[in-house]
């Protein structure tokens, strides 16, 4: 079995084309519009692809798992969502069967991380995507060179409700 893989990345920024007699009109909408929502934190983000394929017993290529990575961020928030496809139930099409989203946000004394992993659900394929399991970090100074993190993890219990089921603390320091 030979396995390629094959990287892409592109860069996704806030600009618009001007065509047309229309054109000044849409940038002066867009330019309003863009004042009055923060254009402060205006964001910039990247999408990255990656294909893993194999050969066939036939010999030809095959795409066993793509993973598309958005990332954007602001001022003072990261966001990376991580999209996973793979053949599901047709082996010639892709399917999203897990999603990552993880958003970062900074704060005065530490940092907040916020994570969320989607699934299929096994028994019932055509079904939507749902949440399995969330954690969240959060980082923070207690004192002049030292830490506390501390996470928690929820998952799925067999209500299908998300249950805390793990606390962790930890205090670091630079001494």
């Keep these: 079995m030979q396995v390629i893989n094959r990287d892409e990345t592109s860069t996704v920024r806030r600009t618009r084309r001007l065509m047309g007699p229309w054109g000044v009109i849409i940038v002066a909408c ?89 699934e299929r659900n096994p028994a019932s394929p055509s079904e939507p995507l749902r949440v399995v399991q969330r954690s969240v970090t959060t980082v923070r100074s207690s004192g002049a060179a030292s830490y506390v993190s501390e996470r928690q993890v929820f998952e799925l219990d067999v209500n299908g409700r998300l249950v805390l089921v793990r606390k962790q603390s930890e205090a670091t320091s630079h001494n």
Excluded: F
Aim: glycine share 6%; proline share 1%.
């Design 30 to 118: 867009w330019i309003v519009l863009g004042a009055t929502t923060a254009m402060a934190q205006e964001s910039v983000g990247t999408v990255t692809a990656s294909v893993t394929m194999c050969r066939d017993l036939n010999g030809r290529d095959t795409v066993l798992e793509k993973v598309v990575t958005h990332r954007g961020h602001t001022k003072d928030k990261e966001r990376v969502v991580v999209e996973t496809y793979a053949p599901w139930i047709d082996a010639d099409r892709l399917e999203l069967n897990r999603r990552v989203r993880r958003v970062t946000t900074v704060t005065l004394d530490g940092s907040q991380i916020v994570e969320e992993t989607e």
